[in-house]
C-alpha cells in the first residue's frame, strides 16, 4: 500500500523561467468541490422517445417495400403495400350488393304504397297490409345493412397500404418484397431522432438516496468528443421495479440535434448520492500525473507550475477524487506534459 504524507510536496519546475511567459495559454481548471455524498455511475442505453414497430393488419403477399434502413421518411408517406386485389374486389361486390338492396327497396316501397291504397278501399284486410308493411321494413335495413358492408370493405382496403406513423428514420426493416404478410407480423421500425432519451437501471436500494434536482451527468462514448458529455435535460424515475432484478429504471432526458445518435448506442450516467456533509474534491482526470508510485497533479501558483503529490480516490464520470493533497482553491493545468516544460 502505497504510503501518502499529508503535507510532502515535490516541486518540479519550481522556477519561473522566460517560458513562463506562455501560461496563460496552459489550459486549466480549478478543483471542484462539491458535497461528499458520493456518484452512482450507471450504465444505460440510448432510445428514442417515439419509436413505432409497423405490423400488418390483414393477410396478404408483400408487393411494394420503398424503404430500407436509415432511410428518412416523413408522416403519410407509403411504406410499405401488400396485395389487395382480394380486398377491392370486396369493395365492388359489396357495392354491387348496396344497389340490389336499393332496388328491392323501390319494389317494396311501391308494393307498400299500393296496399295502403287496396287497405283504404277494403280491398285487403289489415293482416295483408300488415304483412306489406312488414317487408318494406326489412327491405330497409337490409339497405343499411350492405351501404354498411359496404363501408367496411372500403376502410379494410387502406389496411393494404402503409404509412409512416410520423417524420423519422427507418430502424430496421423486418421483412421483403415478396414476403407474406401476417396480421401482427411486424414489418419496419420508425424512430424520431429529434427526441432520444437515456434509459439507466438503477439498484432499488440507490434510488433513494438520489440527490432531487442534481445534474445527471451522461457520458455518450460513441459520439465526437465535443458532442461526448450532456446534462440530462429530465430525470424520470420509473414507479415500478423489477421483481426479477430488484432494480429501477431511470428515464433521461437528452438535448436535440445531438447528430449520430441512435437507439441502442451505450451510455453511462453519473447520478448524485445523499451524504453526510463532508465535502469532496475534483480534479479532471487528464490533470493526473502518475510516475511509478507517484500520483501528482501540477498547481498553477504565484507564477509557478508546481507538481503537488496528491491521493486519489474513485474515478467520477471524466473527472477524479482527490482524498489528500489539495485544498479545493487552486487550479490544475489540464496539460500535464505543457506544465513540465515552464521551469
Given at each position: 500500500m502505497r504510503t501518502f504524507r499529508m503535507f510532502s510536496v515535490l516541486l518540479l519546475s519550481v522556477t519561473a523561467m522566460p517560458g513562463w511567459a506562455d501560461a496563460p495559454s496552459l489550459a486549466s481548471a480549478s478543483v471542484r468541490v462539491e458535497a461528499g455524498g458520493g456518484v452512482h455511475v450507471a450504465e444505460a442505453v440510448v432510445e428514442a422517445v417515439r419509436q413505432s414497430v409497423i405490423s400488418a393488419q390483414v393477410s396478404g403477399r408483400i408487393t411494394a417495400l420503398s424503404v430500407k434502413a436509415g432511410d428518412i421518411v416523413r408522416k403519410g408517406q407509403v411504406l410499405v403495400r401488400i396485395d389487395a386485389q382480394a380486398a377491392t374486389q370486396q369493395v365492388t361486390?359489396?357495392?354491387?350488393?348496396?344497389?340490389?338492396?336499393?332496388?328491392?327497396?323501390?319494389?317494396?316501397?311501391?308494393?307498400?304504397?299500393?296496399?295502403?291504397?287496396l287497405f283504404r278501399q277494403h280491398y285487403i284486410s289489415q293482416a295483408a297490409f300488415d304483412q306489406a308493411e312488414a317487408q318494406f321494413k326489412v327491405t330497409e335495413a337490409g339497405v343499411r345493412g350492405s351501404i354498411a358492408q359496404a363501408g367496411a370493405a372500403t376502410t379494410q382496403t387502406g389496411f393494404y397500404s402503409l404509412a409512416a406513423p410520423f417524420d423519422g428514420v427507418v430502424a430496421e426493416v423486418s421483412s421483403e418484397q415478396g414476403d407474406?404478410?401476417?396480421?401482427?407480423?411486424?414489418?419496419?421500425?420508425?424512430?424520431?431522432?429529434?427526441?432520444?432519451?437515456?434509459?439507466?437501471?438503477?439498484?432499488?436500494?440507490?434510488?433513494?438516496?438520489?440527490?432531487?434536482?442534481?445534474?445527471?451527468?451522461?457520458?455518450?462514448?460513441?459520439?465526437?468528443?465535443?458532442?461526448?458529455?450532456?446534462?440530462?435535460?429530465?430525470?424520470?424515475?420509473?414507479?415500478?421495479?423489477?421483481?426479477?432484478?430488484?432494480?429501477?429504471?431511470?428515464?433521461?432526458?437528452?438535448?436535440?440535434?445531438?447528430?449520430?445518435?441512435?437507439?441502442?448506442m451505450f451510455a453511462r450516467a453519473s447520478f448524485s448520492l445523499q451524504g453526510d456533509g463532508r465535502r469532496r474534491l475534483l480534479v479532471p482526470a487528464q490533470a493526473v500525473v502518475r510516475r511509478s508510485e507517484l500520483e501528482a497533479v501540477y498547481v498553477l501558483k504565484d507564477?509557478?507550475?508546481?507538481?503537488?503529490?496528491?491521493?486519489?480516490?474513485?474515478?467520477?464520470?471524466?473527472?477524479?477524487?482527490i482524498l489528500a493533497g489539495l485544498e479545493g482553491n487552486e487550479r490544475v493545468a489540464l496539460d500535464p506534459v505543457a506544465a513540465s516544460r515552464l521551469r
Open positions: 361486390a359489396s357495392q354491387a350488393q348496396v344497389e340490389e338492396a336499393k332496388a328491392q327497396l323501390d319494389v317494396a316501397r311501391k308494393t307498400l304504397e299500393r296496399q295502403r291504397q407474406m404478410a401476417m396480421p401482427g407480423k411486424p414489418l419496419l421500425t420508425v424512430f424520431d431522432p429529434a427526441a432520444m432519451r437515456v434509459v439507466a437501471t438503477l439498484p432499488q436500494s440507490r434510488v433513494a438516496g438520489l440527490v432531487d434536482k442534481a445534474e445527471v451527468r451522461i457520458e455518450l462514448s460513441a459520439l465526437p468528443e465535443a458532442q461526448r458529455q450532456q446534462i440530462a435535460r429530465s430525470v424520470t424515475v420509473l414507479p415500478m421495479a423489477d421483481a426479477a432484478t430488484h432494480t429501477v429504471q431511470v428515464r433521461l432526458g437528452l438535448p436535440s440535434g445531438l447528430a449520430g445518435l441512435v437507439p441502442g507564477s509557478r507550475a508546481q507538481l503537488r503529490q496528491v491521493r486519489l480516490g474513485k474515478p467520477v464520470g471524466n473527472d477524479i477524487e
